[in-house]
C-alpha cells in the first residue's frame, strides 16, 4: 500500500476562499492525501503541492462561473476541479460525471462526508450519459484530454448557448490553436483564453473557455440529441 505523503501547512489564502467551508476543504485535503493517495487517485507526490496546484487552483474557477447555474464536471477523478468548486459555491448544481467505479465510490464518501447537498455523482462515460442527464449550462474538466478531444466530449453535453471551462496549463494557447477546426464543426461561436486567481494563486490558473451557440455538438450530435431525449421520453411514460 501507497504511504500517505504529510499535508503542507494551510495557506492564508484558503481561509479567504472558502469562508465557511474551510473546515470542510480541510477535511477534504486530509482524504486526498490519505484514502486518495492509497486509492491511486492522486499520486503521493501531489501532496505537498495539494493546496496550491490542486485545491486553490480548482477554487478560483469560481470566478468566471455565472451565478446559479447547473455544471457538470467531465473527467471528475478525485474531485478535481468539482469539489472545491462546490465548496466556495452553493448555488450551483454540480454532476461530478466519472466513469471509474474506485472514483465515483471516493467521490460519493466526500460529497457525503461533507453534505454537499447539491453535487450529485454520476458514473459513466461523457458519451454515454448524453439524453440520460440534463443538458448543462457549464462544462468543467481538468487534466483529462487536449482541448480537441475534450470538446468532444464535453460540448454535447451544453445546453444552447453553454459554455465548456478546462484549466489548462501553459500549451493553452497552442491547443486552442490546434482545435479551432474541431471546436468549429462543435458549434463553438467563440473561444477566449481566462487568468483567475489574482492574490490567490501564482502562477494564475489558466482557463480556456469556449462558448457555443444554439446547436451544442454542432451537426454531428444533432441526431443523437434529438434521439436521446425521444428516449428518455419514451422511459418516462412507461
Keep these: 500500500m501507497t504511504e500517505a505523503a504529510e499535508l503542507p501547512p494551510v495557506p492564508e489564502q484558503a481561509r479567504e476562499v472558502f469562508g465557511d467551508r474551510y473546515a470542510d476543504v480541510i477535511r477534504y485535503a486530509e482524504l486526498l492525501a490519505e484514502a486518495g493517495v492509497q486509492r491511486g487517485l492522486i499520486g503521493?507526490?501531489?501532496?505537498p503541492r495539494l493546496w496550491e496546484r490542486h485545491?486553490?487552483?480548482?477554487?478560483?474557477?469560481?470566478?468566471?462561473?455565472?451565478?446559479?447555474?447547473?455544471?457538470?464536471?467531465?473527467?471528475?477523478?478525485?474531485?478535481l476541479p468539482g469539489i472545491p468548486l462546490a465548496l466556495v459555491r452553493e448555488d450551483l448544481k454540480i454532476t461530478l460525471l466519472e466513469p471509474l467505479l474506485r472514483r465515483t465510490n471516493f467521490l460519493t464518501e466526500v460529497v457525503e462526508l461533507l453534505g454537499l447537498d447539491h453535487v450529485t455523482v454520476v458514473r459513466g462515460r461523457a458519451e454515454e450519459v448524453m439524453g440520460k442527464i440534463p443538458p448543462v449550462h457549464v462544462v468543467t474538466a481538468r487534466?483529462?484530454?487536449?482541448?480537441?478531444?475534450?470538446?468532444?466530449?464535453?460540448?454535447?453535453?451544453?445546453?444552447?448557448?453553454?459554455?465548456?471551462?478546462?484549466?489548462?496549463?501553459?500549451?493553452?494557447?497552442?491547443?486552442?490553436?490546434?482545435?479551432a477546426a474541431a471546436l468549429s464543426k462543435l458549434g463553438a461561436v467563440e473561444t477566449s483564453i481566462l487568468h483567475v486567481g489574482e492574490g490567490i494563486v501564482d502562477p494564475l490558473s489558466t482557463v480556456v473557455r469556449v462558448e457555443v451557440g444554439e446547436s451544442p455538438g454542432g451537426v454531428r450530435?444533432?441526431?443523437?440529441?434529438?434521439?436521446?431525449?425521444?428516449?428518455?421520453?419514451?422511459?418516462?411514460r412507461r
Design 44 to 47: 503521493p507526490r501531489e501532496v
Design 143 to 179: 487534466a483529462v484530454a487536449p482541448l480537441d478531444r475534450l470538446a468532444t466530449w464535453g460540448i454535447p453535453l451544453l445546453r444552447p448557448y453553454g459554455e465548456m471551462l478546462a484549466l489548462k496549463g501553459d500549451t493553452a494557447e497552442e491547443e486552442l490553436k490546434a482545435a
Design 221 to 236: 450530435f444533432a441526431a443523437k440529441r434529438a434521439k436521446a431525449a425521444r428516449t428518455g421520453r419514451t422511459r418516462r
Design 55 to 79: 485545491l486553490l487552483n480548482c477554487a478560483v474557477l469560481s470566478e468566471v462561473v455565472p451565478e446559479g447555474v447547473t455544471v457538470c464536471d467531465v473527467g471528475s477523478g478525485a474531485g
